[in-house]
C-alpha cells in the first residue's frame, strides 16, 4: 500500500515527494510532480509564484489607497487606464527577468537562489537557520498565492478596498 500524504492523509503521496525538499508535505492533488520531468523547476516555479504574490497580495492592497502614477482606486481599472505602453514596458521588464533567470530556473542546482540578497539576510546564518527561512517563504509564498485569489473575489465581488471589508 502506498504511503499517505502529510498533507491529505486520504491520498496517496506521490513518489517524487519523498520529504527532502523543504517544504515538502506529500501535497500534489493535480500531479505535477510526476507530469512534468524538472522536478527543480518545478519547486522553483513555486517559489518564483509565491514570491510573486506576496508582493502582489502588499501592492493590490496599497494601490487601493495610496495613487501614484494613474489617479484610480480601482486596481483592475488601474491597468486599462494605464494604457498599453506602459504595460507593455512591464511585461518587457517581466520577460527580460525571466530570460535573465533562466538558465538558474532550468538548469537545477539550488531552485529559488538567483544569486540575489542585497540586504545580505543569509549572511553568518547556519544551514538550520537558511531552512528555516526557506521553509517560512514558502510557506507564506503559498498563504500568498491562496490570498490573492480571494483578494480579486472579494473585489470583484463587493467591489470595496479590501480592508473595509472587515
Do not use: C
Request: aromatic share 12%; proline share 5%.
Amino acid at each position: 500500500m502506498a504511503e499517505k500524504s502529510k498533507a491529505l492523509p486520504f491520498l496517496s503521496k506521490p513518489a517524487k515527494l519523498d520529504g527532502t525538499v523543504i517544504g515538502d508535505f506529500g501535497f500534489d492533488p493535480l500531479g505535477f510532480t510526476e507530469n512534468i520531468g524538472n522536478y527543480d523547476y518545478v519547486i522553483s516555479s513555486e517559489i518564483k509564484h509565491g514570491r510573486v504574490a506576496m508582493l502582489a497580495v502588499v501592492g493590490f492592497i496599497v494601490t487601493q489607497y495610496f495613487q501614484v502614477v494613474v489617479p484610480e482606486a480601482n486596481p483592475f481599472k488601474a491597468i486599462t487606464t494605464l494604457g498599453y505602453g506602459p504595460n507593455l514596458q512591464i511585461l518587457a521588464g517581466i520577460g527580460a527577468i525571466e530570460l535573465a533567470t533562466w538558465d538558474k530556473t532550468f538548469a537545477g542546482g539550488n531552485p529559488g537562489d538567483f544569486g540575489f540578497d542585497p540586504l545580505g539576510q543569509l549572511k553568518g546564518k547556519s544551514v538550520a537557520q537558511i531552512n528555516d527561512l526557506k521553509l517560512k517563504e514558502i510557506k507564506n509564498g503559498r498563504l500568498a498565492m491562496v490570498a490573492i485569489i480571494g483578494i480579486f473575489v472579494q473585489y470583484l465581488t463587493f467591489g470595496k478596498p479590501t480592508l473595509e471589508i472587515f
